[in-house]
Structure formats: structure tokens, C-alpha cells
């Protein structure tokens, strides 16, 4: 099973931007690589996902904001976020080895530890 370390969450006023990165601990190359949130007392839901062959998708909520990419010599999936809103505001996770799309997904067995977001003024 792939190990997950996921990095870069923060406080960041409305309207910044935030680069998350994920981290595996082998090769991510044959995988497709999803990111999720959980705000309190909500569900996890997806929030963009990315193939093994780099096709992108994103659950409706972050469609021009959000950016999903992958740097498969290092092992690395990242997670651009543009014009963030309050209720951006989540922790965020990375997972490896599932089916993702902006409105459905099966998460994979790997998840990384999650890295906090807040969005404040």
C-alpha cells in the first residue's frame, strides 16, 4: 500500500491561493490520484480528480478555480487553488487508486493524513 504525505494547507484570506501537494512514498505512475475535503460536521467529498494519463476533473464547486496536476517522476500529485472562498475551508486529502470524477467516485484504499485550509479574512 502507498504511503500519502500530503503538504502546503494554511490560513489564506478570500480571494488567495493555496498549492497543496501529495506526496507517495513509490511510483504513482499507473495510478490515478484524487483530492477530497471534509469541512466539520460534512461529508468527504472529491474535489478534483486526475488519470494516469493526466485527464482532469472537478466536482462543480471548483470548475476554474481549482487545478489538479501530477509530477509522476516524483512521485508527486498537487493541487492548485485559485479566488479560495470561506467555505473552501476543509481539511484537505489526497488519495491514490481510485475512480474519480466530478460526480462520482470510489476512493482508493491510500489516504495521506490531510493538511487544513481555512479560509478567513
Known amino acids: 500500500q502507498v504511503q500519502l504525505v500530503e503538504s502546503g494547507g494554511g490560513l489564506v484570506q478570500p480571494g488567495g491561493s493555496l498549492r497543496l501537494s501529495c506526496k507517495a512514498s513509490?511510483?504513482?505512475?499507473?495510478?490515478?490520484m484524487g483530492w477530497y475535503r471534509q469541512a466539520p460536521g460534512k461529508e468527504r467529498e472529491l474535489v478534483a480528480g486526475?488519470?494516469?494519463?493526466?485527464?482532469?476533473d472537478y466536482a462543480d464547486s471548483v470548475k476554474g478555480r481549482f487545478t489538479i496536476s501530477r509530477d509522476n517522476a516524483k512521485n508527486t500529485g498537487y493541487l492548485q487553488m485559485a479566488s479560495l472562498k470561506p467555505e473552501d475551508t476543509a481539511v484537505y486529502f489526497c488519495?491514490?487508486?481510485?475512480?474519480?470524477?466530478?460526480?462520482?467516485?470510489?476512493?482508493?484504499?491510500?489516504w495521506g493524513q490531510g493538511t487544513q485550509v481555512t479560509v478567513s479574512s
Open positions: 486526475i488519470t494516469s494519463n493526466n485527464r482532469p
Open positions: 488519495n491514490v487508486g481510485g475512480y474519480y470524477s466530478g460526480t462520482y467516485s470510489v476512493p482508493g484504499n491510500s
Open positions: 513509490r511510483s504513482i505512475l499507473s495510478f490515478s
